[in-house]
């Protein structure tokens, strides 16, 4: 099946510094890849959607110039967590889909973010 | 209202218990549904899809009700394994975007 690998698996950072996280589908084009953020005992909850070669769209709520989403090629995302602070503290995950409409979404493995 | 919702739980069961999860959804003109399971700090994985004529994988069913907004999971048999959160998730009429509820977690014991 197709395969979304996802990494740093955990970072645990300073407070105010940045920390990118990598989105790739390994044996997929993905034109569209989604980001989460779950806290502890919370739902996922959707923060940009991005296009490949497009700018993301961000979920209301989410300050796109902290959360930088760059989805340059069809097979790689990223999201950098800009200056960030403890309240940034949360499981990341990323999802990637196989074209528009396409329902069946590949999960990366999370990226789990300490911020000190 | 929020979008998904979903009886946090926990559900404790007994080995070979059947166990049934139920979950709402606002927004009627909602296209597809699905439950994922959650292992604590992994990714989700889709355990099914759900359809208006209902179906069944092995020991987990799964029905749709469009008219009054639910979903339910019907687990029978419980295993060990089955211990985890299990997300319904709702594929709203906007676009490709899924919408998860918060999770149920089940707790299976021997």
């Known amino acids: 099946g197709a395969v979304v690998s996802q990494h740093p698996s955990r970072v645990i950072c300073k407070s105010g510094t940045s920390v990118k996280i990598e989105c790739r589908s390994l044996?997929?084009?993905?034109?569209?890849m989604f980001w989460y953020r779950q806290f502890p005992k919370q739902s996922l909850m959707l923060m940009a959607t991005?296009?490949?070669?497009?700018?993301?769209?961000?979920e209301q709520g989410v300050e796109k110039d902290k959360f930088l989403i760059n989805h340059a090629s069809l097979t790689l995302s990223t999201l950098t967590v800009t200056s960030a602070h403890p309240e940034d503290s949360s499981f990341y995950i990323c999802s990637a889909s196989a074209r528009t409409g396409e329902e069946k979404l590949f999960f990366g493995s999370g990226t789990q973010l300490s911020v000190l | 209202r929020k979008e998904v919702e979903q009886d946090p739980g926990p559900f404790n069961v007994p080995e070979g218990a059947t166990v049934a999860f139920n979950c709402t959804y606002s927004n009627s003109a909602s296209q597809s549904f699905f439950w994922y399971r959650q292992d604590c700090r992994k990714e989700p994985k889709l355990l099914m899809s759900?359809?208006?004529s209902g179906n069944e994988d092995g020991r987990f069913t799964a029905q749709l009700n469009r008219a009054s907004q639910y979903i339910s999971l019907l687990i029978r048999d419980s295993k060990l394994s089955d211990s985890a959160t299990y997300l319904c998730?709702?594929?709203?009429?906007?676009?490709?975007?899924?919408?998860f509820g918060a999770g149920t977690i089940l707790r299976v014991k021997s």
């Open positions: 044996d997929f084009q993905a034109t569209t």
């Open positions: 991005s296009n490949e070669g497009s700018k993301a769209t961000y």
């Open positions: 759900v359809y208006s």
């Open positions: 998730v709702v594929n709203m009429e906007y676009g490709n975007k899924l919408v």
